[in-house]
């Protein structure tokens, strides 16, 4: 094996990220990657950091060595940290990440990046490559919203994408006969790729797409928010009144251990359902009630 890279895992407290990575910068490092570390809280806050994350940096192997990363790791008393060293052969990187995302089938509904394709018998393809917002299909929370919108969507009905990033949910609500969507997120740049999703897949005409602050939403007969904990439950409220009585809300982005706080905070507004999990992530889904 020809060894092109050296990767340095670590665990990290928040505190001291920033001081790693630039001690990590400083010494050669070509990328420094801080991810969710097994037992960490998620974030939701655009700048915060997980309490415990896991931290990679990757240096070229023609200019350092397992040695020197030992060397790095002692000088820095990074000891505490859980340093561990893998050498990593040359890959085709643009085939691996393609590799990961393939056409994936969600009950009627094919979901397709541009590299691979649905059956030929496939009646219904959403079309749509990984990118600057969160929503592929290959998430565990993006496929449970996919799968219940393929039992919900029945024909003509008006959805709420709360949190649409790609547009993946109200795209698919679309495509599989809604007569009208309307998508709403934080981040303008996940509006502006919703767009192009939703042009690419033919139903821009059916598709709105707003920030929080200049939605104007109908009651609508299906509501899914695909985002997490913290915020289902200060929008838990405002997400409920925007469902019509009989109306069905699916809310995900949920770890198991949070599903009972969610729980609690719609249980007044809707009939909910045994939750749907997948992996780590569940979804809470019911139908709106008449009484609050």
């Not at 994350?53 to 990363?69: G, V």
């Not at 691996?96 to 059956?119: E, H, I, K």
């Not at 949190?163 to 981040?187: E, F, K, M, P």
Request: glycine content about 8%; proline content about 4%; some cysteine.
């Amino acid at each position: 094996m020809k060894i092109a890279w050296w990767q340095l895992d670590m665990r990290v407290p928040a505190a001291a990220a920033a001081t790693v990575e630039a001690q990590l910068l400083d010494a050669g490092a070509e990328a420094v990657t801080f991810l969710e570390g097994d037992d960490s809280e998620a974030v939701f806050d655009a700048g915060d950091i997980w309490q415990n994350s896991r931290c990679e940096a990757l240096f070229a192997a023609d200019s350092h060595s397992e040695t020197t990363l030992q060397n790095l790791v002692r000088d820095n008393d990074w000891r505490p940290y859980a340093a561990r060293f893998t050498a990593l052969e040359e890959q085709d990187w643009v085939a691996a990440t393609q590799a990961a995302f393939p056409a994936r089938c969600f009950g009627r509904l094919w979901v397709t990046p541009s590299w691979d394709a649905a059956p030929a018998n496939a009646l219904r393809v959403l079309h749509l490559d990984p990118g600057q917002a969160f929503g592929t299909g290959a998430h565990a929370t993006t496929a449970l919203c996919l799968r219940f919108l393929d039992t919900q969507v029945r024909g003509g009905e008006s959805l709420i994408d709360y949190g649409c990033g790609s547009g993946i949910l109200a795209i698919a609500g679309l495509l599989l006969g809604a007569g009208q969507a309307y998508g709403v997120d934080t981040d303008p740049v996940a509006l502006q790729v919703a767009a192009a999703n939703a042009e690419r897949n033919g139903v821009s005409a059916g598709l709105q797409l707003a920030l929080p602050e200049n939605a104007r939403l109908p009651l609508a007969d299906i509501l899914v928010a695909n985002i997490l904990a913290t915020p289902l439950l200060t929008l838990a409220p405002a997400l409920a009144h925007s469902v019509r009585p009989g109306g069905w809300i699916a809310l995900s982005g949920i770890l198991h251990h949070q599903e009972a706080e969610i729980h609690a905070a719609y249980e007044p507004y809707f009939d909910l359902a045994v939750a749907q999990h997948e992996e780590d992530w569940s979804l809470l889904y019911g139908q709106r009630n008449t009484g609050v």
